[in-house]
């Protein structure tokens, strides 16, 4: 059973630069979160899909960032005109909606923006 | 809004010392759920423990101990004779419900434990 997978690992890019990660979260799970975490902190909800459906954007989401989840499977999260300010982990969790909502995290994508 | 406070922000322990990582969490929710995470330096978020808020019990789970008190709205995390691969950021983290349908999680600071040879 594998885990929750993301791409790439990290990424350098300079600013102005589009980027986008991706997410393949544990199959079967049919909920996909997407949070971001600097340096020194905890991580912060971004987004939220139930199967292909984007249900939840927090505040945190600017226009320059975009997410979709074609076909309920793998998830995309997709940021244009990088700003310096966009550096940090981003964290792609899954999970199966039932009694026990409990969020399985991957290991991330570490964005640099220089 | 909901909020988790983790105080600690550094704690360092010789290997075989007991540690207790504190929690204080602020909902208006009835019912929410907790939870620990922890973070190696490898980055990856790893599920340690979710806990039901109707259910005030404490948990032992090997080395690791949870002690839940809605009373003080705490949910402390006691690891027994600290090994070096226990040296990571822990995080407390508590649920939300939002309007979408999600229990997106809101997450402490973490604290960072290392422990020493």
């Known amino acids: 059973d594998t885990g929750v997978s993301q791409n790439p690992r990290h990424k350098i890019t300079k600013r102005g630069q589009n980027v986008t990660f991706r997410c393949d979260p544990i199959s079967e799970h049919n909920r996909l979160y997407w949070y971001r975490q600097t340096l020194g902190q905890g991580p912060e909800f971004l987004t939220y899909?139930?199967?292909?459906?984007?249900?939840?954007k927090s505040r945190l989401l600017s226009d320059r960032f975009s997410a979709e989840r074609p076909k309920g499977s793998f998830s995309t999260l997709e940021i244009q005109r990088t700003e310096q300010g966009d550096s940090a982990m981003y964290l792609c969790?899954?999970?199966?909606?039932?009694?026990?909502?409990?969020?399985?995290f991957g290991p991330g994508t570490r964005l640099t923006v220089l | 809004a909901q909020k988790v406070t983790q105080a600690q922000t550094e704690i360092s322990v010789v290997e075989k010392e007991d540690v207790t990582l504190d929690c204080v969490y602020e909902?208006?929710?009835?019912?929410?759920?907790l939870f620990w995470y922890k973070q190696p330096p490898s980055g990856e978020l790893v599920f340690l423990i979710r806990r039901n808020s109707f259910d005030e019990q404490n948990e032992i789970s090997g080395r690791y101990s949870w002690n839940f008190q809605k009373s003080t709205s705490s949910f402390n995390f006691t690891i027994t004779a600290s090994q070096v691969v226990d040296s990571a950021v822990y995080f407390c983290a508590l649920s939300e419900r939002t309007q979408g349908g999600s229990e997106k999680l809101v997450f402490g600071k973490g604290t960072k434990l290392t422990v020493n040879p």
């Open positions: 969790a899954s999970s199966l909606a039932m009694s026990t909502d409990t969020q399985y």
């Open positions: 899909f139930q199967n292909e459906a984007q249900l939840e």
């Open positions: 909902t208006r929710d009835t019912t929410y759920y």
